[in-house]
């Protein structure tokens, strides 16, 4: 796979470090845990988006675009990180808010609300959840073309073919990195979002012809509703990068019921995954992604879906600026009662 022919730009110096989590591991009496740091990524504090953007920032520079545009919850972490290449490029940005959890933006707010702020965004339109939001930001371009400039639209978590060919590359990084360390993984976990991180994966491994099985934990929907969307983008991918071979259906495979009561409210299972990676190895995770997808592979070890012997990689897809905005939840001053 050839990744060359396609307009790149470069956010990021070096891979990612893959480190082992022998803490974790011991705790847990399982298999070797490893994590690949991609909350290292650059446009800090990094992130699985900063890959993605790479590949569709170029594309919109390639359209003469000066604005981009895109939309995501109100804690955002694609938004900030959309936000911060904008500035990096000198270009304007504008967002556009789904608020999800009503009640639930706060101008004023900390965490991913703060960094909007700091990093200039030029205009935040909020929406009720369930809002057509590519309808909203196709009609901010349109004004945006009425004004003579040019908008680019970036899907909500950068989930497209062209997003999800920062995907392809980190399969191609990982690779490199267990060949170099001498590192056969067994398996790989991840949180399964808006889909594009988790279909690049699979698609890039495909492509490879690696054969590494990959979990995808929901982090907004279980495997029924999540699955189709992950598969659909693994084949637009694969597609658009000339594989030969369709990608498997079995290829796609998430777990759910991590990510209860709604999406990024918090649950007692993501409360304590986040402690135990702190507490054990140091390692912030986020309470909506990070922390429920690691909950997930925590759940999973605990019902001994993996062998003693297997190496597992989970890959840190960021999100470090929304711990800030569950401080409570997290240190335990605010008890979290699951439904």
């Not at 995808?216 to 990068?241: I, M, Y």
């Amino acid at each position: 796979m050839d990744l060359s022919r396609f307009p790149r730009r470069r956010y990021t110096v070096g891979p990612t470090p893959i480190e082992p989590l022998h803490n974790l591991s011991k705790a847990l009496g399982g298999p070797s845990l490893w994590i690949k740091r991609d909350d290292q990524l650059g446009l800090f504090p990094g992130g699985n988006k900063t890959r993605k953007l790479e590949f569709l920032v170029a594309d919109a520079l390639a359209q003469g675009a000066d604005t981009l545009i895109t939309c995501g919850a109100v804690q955002s972490n694609h938004c900030r990180i959309t936000l911060a290449a904008a500035a990096k490029e000198g270009l304007k940005c504008r967002l556009l808010l789904e608020e999800r959890v009503p009640g639930s933006y706060n101008p004023k707010g900390n965490g991913n609300h703060f960094m909007f702020e700091l990093m200039g965004v030029e205009s935040i339109e909020v929406f009720p959840g369930g809002a057509d939001m590519m309808a909203a930001m196709q009609r901010t371009a349109e004004g945006l073309a009425r004004e003579g400039r040019k908008g680019y639209i970036i899907p909500g978590g950068g989930s497209n073919a062209i997003g999800a060919l920062g995907y392809v590359a980190c399969a191609q990084e990982i690779l490199a990195q267990s060949f170099e360390m001498g590192v056969h993984f067994d398996h790989l976990v991840v949180g399964s979002g808006s889909s594009g991180t988790h279909a690049g994966l699979v698609a890039g491994f495909h492509g490879m012809n690696a054969g590494l099985p990959i979990t995808g934990v929901g982090v907004s929907r279980d495997p029924e509703n999540q699955e189709p969307l992950v598969f659909k983008e693994a084949q637009a991918t694969a597609a658009l990068l000339g594989v030969n071979t369709p990608v498997p259906r079995d290829a796609v495979k998430t777990v759910g019921g991590y990510w209860q009561p709604k999406y990024s409210l918090p649950n007692r299972r993501m409360v304590e995954a986040v402690q135990m990676l702190a507490r054990l190895e140091a390692v912030p995770l986020d309470p909506t992604y990070t922390g429920k997808a690691m909950a997930g592979l925590i759940g999973m070890v605990r019902e001994g879906r993996f062998k003693s012997s297997d190496q597992v990689l989970f890959v840190h897809t960021g999100g470090l600026p929304a711990l800030f905005a569950e401080t409570e939840v997290l240190t335990g001053r605010t008890p979290v009662v699951d439904p």
